[in-house]
């Protein structure tokens, strides 16, 4: 089984920074995509940024420029810094990770718990 645990979330003023960071721990052979989304309070969940297993990465258009994604598959960790936050980045931000359980494995799906952010105006 694997587990995914974000850290870093919090409350910050509009203009702030802060960076999220999702582990994975548990059993697993090797791990694709690495992804983080946000869920808005009455929204639906959206992709806010991609990095694959050998460092490409994608936006959403509401955040480029201002996050950067980026990986240490050594540490099976992503992090997401971002910058210059303002109220619309308030949500529940999770990470998504494709994993192979064994060496002969399709990729699975696993989700982090969650982890609130929240700009203050």
């Known amino acids: 089984q694997v587990q995914l645990v974000e850290s870093g979330g919090g409350l910050v003023p509009a203009g702030g920074s802060l960076r999220l960071s999702c582990a994975a721990s548990g059993s697993f052979f090797s791990i694709n995509s690495m992804r983080w989304y946000r869920q808005a309070s009455g929204n639906q969940r959206e992709m806010v940024a991609t990095?694959?297993?050998?460092?490409?990465?994608n936006y959403a258009d509401s955040v480029k420029g201002r996050f950067s994604i980026s990986r240490d598959n050594a540490k099976n960790m992503v992090y997401l810094q971002m910058n210059n936050l303002n109220p619309d980045d308030t949500a529940v931000y999770y990470c998504?990770?494709?994993?192979?359980?064994?060496?002969?494995?399709?990729?699975?799906?696993?989700w982090g718990q969650g982890i609130q952010v929240t700009v203050s105006s």
């Open positions: 998504n990770f494709e994993v192979a359980p064994s060496r002969v494995s399709t990729w699975v799906n696993y």
């Open positions: 990095v694959t297993k050998y460092g490409g990465t």
